[in-house]
């Protein structure tokens, strides 16, 4: 298991970024680190049960499943493994945001770590929701207010556990460590280094402030090619 020494950033920029959704966030991340335009951020799709719940923003807690291949661990074993991986997912900065990699390859979502219990206890353990590309259950009795990002909706949990955690994942092209900062919503999610996260509600703004010009003009119903080019004019003497 591997945790940050970085000190957690201050709640009101947690807020400041959670007023955005994901996409505005990778906007302004372009404006702020153009070297991170091909990275750090899911770039496959995934199935958002709860389209209409806020942007989340929080530490990672990392994890890797498996489902079509049985535990080989005793009983005991497995149990304290449980215990060990409670402690860590409800310990450290928060809020938090659990990040679920499945290692099953093209079997991957097979059976569902992602139920009624999960949901609840990781609600409970101060975590704000969940992305993975393994699948999820149990929709309508899915936590309240818990934010789910997930590769596929399947019945079953086969013999789905936790085969380590603390550990880097990549879940739909984006890769994550544990503690990394992330922002995500029903769009996707992508990591914020946390040396950059205080320049982006600015930079969040600015993407605002140029956008527009042009969105007054599209929406207008003088609308017309001339005065399309003298808003993007003026959109790009923004600064």
């Given at each position: 298991?591997?945790?940050?020494a970085?000190?957690?950033?201050?709640?009101?920029?947690?807020?400041?970024?959670?007023?955005?959704?994901?996409?505005?966030?990778?906007?302004a991340?372009?404006?702020?680190?153009?070297e991170?335009r091909?990275?750090g951020?899911?770039?496959?799709p995934?199935?958002?049960?709860?389209?209409?719940?806020?942007?989340?923003?929080?530490?990672?807690?990392t994890?890797?499943?498996?489902?079509?291949?049985?535990?080989g661990?005793?009983?005991?074993e497995q149990?304290?493994?449980?215990?060990?991986?409670y402690?860590?997912?409800g310990?450290?900065?928060?809020?938090?945001?659990?990040?679920?990699?499945?290692?099953?390859?093209?079997?991957?979502?097979?059976?569902?770590?992602?139920?009624?219990?999960?949901?609840?206890?990781?609600?409970?353990l101060?975590?704000?929701?969940v992305?993975?590309?393994g699948?999820?259950?149990?929709?309508?009795?899915?936590?309240?207010?818990?934010?789910?990002?997930?590769?596929?909706?399947?019945?079953?949990?086969?013999?789905?556990?936790a085969?380590s955690?603390g550990?880097?994942?990549?879940?739909?092209?984006?890769t994550?460590?544990?503690d990394?900062?992330?922002?995500?919503?029903?769009?996707?999610?992508?990591?914020?280094?946390?040396?950059?996260?205080?320049k982006?509600?600015?930079?969040a703004?600015?993407c605002?402030?140029?956008?527009?010009?042009?969105?007054?003009i599209a929406?207008?119903?003088d609308?017309s090619?001339?005065?399309?080019?003298?808003?993007?004019?003026?959109?790009?003497?923004?600064?």
């Amino acid at each position: 298991m591997t945790t940050s020494a970085s000190p957690p950033l201050p709640p009101s920029l947690l807020e400041a970024l959670a007023r955005y959704d994901t996409p505005t966030i990778c906007n302004a991340m372009e404006i702020v680190a153009p070297e991170r335009r091909l990275i750090g951020y899911t770039t496959k799709p995934l199935v958002c049960p709860f389209p209409d719940l806020p942007p989340m923003v929080g530490y990672a807690r990392t994890v890797t499943i498996r489902s079509v291949l049985q535990s080989g661990l005793p009983a005991a074993e497995q149990a304290r493994r449980r215990i060990a991986y409670y402690e860590y997912v409800g310990t450290g900065h928060g809020p938090r945001i659990t990040v679920i990699q499945d290692i099953d390859g093209a079997d991957a979502g097979y059976g569902a770590f992602w139920g009624e219990v999960q949901s609840n206890v990781h609600k409970a353990l101060g975590c704000l929701g969940v992305i993975t590309d393994g699948s999820i259950r149990d929709i309508p009795q899915w936590a309240p207010g818990f934010q789910a990002l997930a590769g596929s909706i399947g019945p079953s949990h086969a013999w789905v556990h936790a085969e380590s955690f603390g550990g880097e994942v990549r879940v739909a092209g984006m890769t994550v460590r544990s503690d990394d900062l992330i922002h995500a919503d029903r769009h996707g999610a992508i990591v914020i280094p946390t040396d950059l996260a205080a320049k982006l509600p600015d930079a969040a703004e600015l993407c605002g402030r140029r956008e527009t010009p042009i969105l007054e003009i599209a929406r207008a119903k003088d609308f017309s090619l001339d005065k399309l080019k003298e808003a993007l004019k003026r959109s790009a003497e923004i600064h």
